[in-house]
C-alpha cells in the first residue's frame, strides 16, 4: 500500500496505469493528441472498430443495392433484432426484451403512448424535478394527447438539494392516482443512481408500471432489468456506448408485456414474415420489435456494431470496476487539492449510488469549463453552474484524472477563468 501523500502524486497515478487490466482498449479510439476528453457522457469517442463496421455497411450497400437488406453479414432487415440481441448482456434482459431503434425521446413517446393509460382515479404520470428536460418534453405532450392538464397530472418528486432524489420521497408520492412512473437511471445533474429494483418493486405493489431513462446508465453500469422486472426502459447509445452522433437508439419491454399492441404502430411493429404481406392490419411482432414504427436508420446504427463488440468483449463488470476507480480518484484529488477554492462536490460517495461521472458546483463554472478547453481539457457543462467530468473506462485514464485536477487547481490560483465570460457556449 502506497503511503498516503503517495496517492497525491503523478508517479502513483502512472502506476495505476500500469496495472490496468483494460489499458490497452485506448488504443481502440481515436484521440487528439495532446487532448484529455472528460466529455464520454455526452458523446463518446468514435473507436476504430466503429468506424470499420460504418464502412463495411456503406460497403454492404455500394455493392449489394437492395439486396443488402437480406444479404450480408448483417442483413439490414434483421439489424435491429440482431444489435438488441448483442445489447442485451448491458442491460441484464434476454435477448427478444431489447430492440436497437428510434431515439430517446422517439422512445419514450412510444412507451409511454403503449402504457399510459389514464382509468378512473389513476391519471397521473410520476417523475423527479431534476428529469432531463426532453423526458418531461415528452410526458407533458402525451399527457395532453390524453386530454390531461400536465400541470396537475404530471407529478414531480422535489429534491432537497437541487441534485438528487431521495427514494423514499419517489415511493411516498406512489398514491393512488400514479398510473405510470418514469425515472431516469442516473441523475444527470449528479450521476446519483437510483435503485431500480426496489423502486420497481414498490411500484408494482401499489399496481404502477414503471420504466426508466437508462441514458446516463447504460455502458458505464451493470443492470439487470429482467430480474428486476422493470416493465420498460429506454436510451440512447451515444454516451457510454461510443455510437456515434444521433446514433439510433434503443429500448427494453420486459416479457410479460409481449402482445401488447405499440401506442404508436409503424410498419417495422411488424411481424417479419407478415410484414411484406402488406396488409392494413397490423401483426405485431411478439417481442420487442412491436415497439419500433419506421425502417431501421442503418448507416446510423453501423458504428454500434464495432462499438457492441467491444463492450461484449470486455464485459460491463470490468468497465464498472474501473470506472469507479477514476471516478474515486478523481474524487479523492479533489478533496485533497481542490480544498478552499469553492468547488462543491455534488456526486454520492458510496460506489452503489455514484454513475459514471463527476458532477462540481461552482459559481463560475462556465468560465472554469472555458479554461479547461483552452488547456485541451475537455470537460461538459450544464447550467447554471455545474462542471461535470466522465472519465471513461475504456479510453481514459489515471494520468489525465491527476493532470485533470492539477490543471484545475492552476486555474484557480491563477485565476485564468477571469480571461472569459461566465457565460455557456450554444452547445453546453
Known amino acids: 500500500m502506497p503511503k498516503q501523500n503517495e496517492t497525491y502524486t503523478r508517479d502513483y497515478a502512472r502506476q495505476l496505469d500500469q496495472n490496468d487490466p483494460l489499458a490497452r482498449y485506448r488504443d481502440e479510439f481515436y484521440i487528439k493528441e495532446g487532448t484529455i476528453y472528460f466529455d464520454g457522457n455526452s458523446l463518446g469517442l468514435l473507436s476504430k472498430r466503429a468506424e470499420q463496421t460504418l464502412l463495411d455497411l456503406l460497403h454492404s450497400w455500394k455493392t449489394l443495392g437492395i439486396d443488402g437488406w437480406t444479404e450480408g453479414d448483417n442483413p439490414w432487415f434483421y439489424l435491429s433484432e440482431s444489435m438488441g440481441d448483442q445489447m442485451a448482456p448491458l442491460v441484464g434482459a434476454n435477448n427478444e426484451e431489447v430492440i436497437v431503434t428510434g431515439s430517446t425521446t422517439s422512445n419514450l413517446h412510444q412507451l409511454t403512448a403503449s402504457f399510459y393509460h389514464p382509468d378512473g382515479k389513476k391519471t397521473k404520470i410520476l417523475t423527479d424535478e431534476l428529469a432531463f428536460p426532453t423526458d418531461i418534453y415528452a410526458l407533458q405532450s402525451q399527457l395532453k394527447l390524453k386530454g390531461m392538464d400536465p400541470s396537475e397530472h404530471l407529478v414531480k418528486v422535489k429534491s432537497k438539494d437541487g441534485h438528487t432524489v431521495d427514494e423514499g420521497d419517489i415511493i411516498q408520492a406512489m398514491d393512488e392516482e400514479v398510473a405510470l412512473i418514469v425515472l431516469p437511471s442516473i441523475l444527470y445533474?449528479?450521476?446519483?443512481?437510483?435503485?431500480?429494483?426496489?423502486?420497481?418493486?414498490?411500484?408494482?405493489?401499489?399496481?404502477?408500471?414503471?420504466?426508466?431513462?437508462?441514458?446516463?446508465?447504460?455502458?458505464?453500469?451493470?443492470?439487470?432489468?429482467?430480474?428486476?422486472?422493470?416493465?420498460?426502459?429506454?436510451?440512447?447509445?451515444?454516451?457510454?456506448?461510443?455510437?456515434?452522433?444521433?446514433?439510433?437508439?434503443?429500448?427494453?419491454?420486459?416479457?410479460?408485456?409481449?402482445?401488447?399492441?405499440?401506442?404508436?404502430?409503424?410498419?417495422?411493429?411488424?411481424?417479419?414474415?407478415?410484414?411484406?404481406?402488406?396488409?392494413?392490419?397490423?401483426?405485431?411482432?411478439?417481442?420487442?420489435?412491436?415497439?419500433?414504427?419506421?425502417?431501421?436508420?442503418?448507416?446510423?446504427?453501423?458504428?454500434?456494431?464495432?462499438?457492441?463488440?467491444?463492450?461484449?468483449?470486455?464485459?460491463?463488470?470490468?468497465?464498472?470496476?474501473?470506472?469507479?476507480?477514476?471516478?474515486?480518484?478523481?474524487?479523492?484529488?479533489?478533496?485533497?487539492?481542490?480544498?478552499?477554492?469553492?468547488?462543491?462536490?455534488?456526486?454520492?460517495?458510496?460506489?452503489?449510488?455514484?454513475?459514471?461521472?463527476?458532477?462540481?458546483?461552482?459559481?463560475?463554472?462556465?468560465?472554469?469549463?472555458?479554461?479547461?478547453?483552452?488547456?485541451h481539457i475537455v470537460p461538459d457543462f450544464r447550467s447554471p453552474n455545474g462542471i461535470r467530468l466522465a472519465p471513461v473506462a475504456l479510453y481514459n485514464t489515471f494520468d489525465e484524472v491527476w493532470l485533470t485536477v492539477e490543471k484545475l487547481k492552476q486555474i484557480m490560483d491563477d485565476e485564468e477563468y477571469k480571461k472569459f465570460e461566465n457565460k455557456r457556449g450554444v452547445v453546453a
Not at 446514433?247 to 410484414?275: C, E, I, M, T
Not at 456494431?305 to 461484449?312: D, R
Open 189 to 375: 445533474r449528479s450521476g446519483q443512481i437510483l435503485n431500480m429494483e426496489r423502486l420497481s418493486k414498490e411500484a408494482h405493489k401499489r399496481n404502477i408500471l414503471i420504466g426508466f431513462d437508462l441514458c446516463h446508465s447504460i455502458g458505464s453500469i451493470p443492470h439487470q432489468l429482467s430480474e428486476w422486472e422493470v416493465d420498460f426502459a429506454f436510451w440512447c447509445n451515444y454516451k457510454h456506448l461510443n455510437g456515434g452522433p444521433g446514433a439510433v437508439g434503443g429500448l427494453y419491454v420486459n416479457k410479460r408485456h409481449f402482445g401488447k399492441n405499440p401506442g404508436l404502430a409503424g410498419w417495422f411493429s411488424s411481424r417479419k414474415d407478415k410484414q411484406f404481406d402488406m396488409e392494413h392490419e397490423l401483426s405485431p411482432a411478439e417481442h420487442a420489435g412491436a415497439f419500433q414504427m419506421g425502417t431501421p436508420h442503418v448507416l446510423s446504427m453501423a458504428p454500434l456494431i464495432g462499438s457492441l463488440s467491444m463492450f461484449n468483449e470486455v464485459g460491463i463488470d470490468k468497465i464498472r470496476t474501473k470506472s469507479l476507480q477514476l471516478t474515486g480518484y478523481m474524487l479523492d484529488l479533489i478533496e485533497h487539492e481542490l480544498k478552499g477554492y469553492g468547488f462543491i462536490v455534488r456526486n454520492p460517495k458510496a460506489d452503489e449510488t455514484r454513475g459514471g461521472h463527476i458532477f462540481l458546483e461552482h459559481p463560475e463554472a462556465a468560465r472554469i469549463c472555458k479554461a479547461l478547453k483552452s488547456h
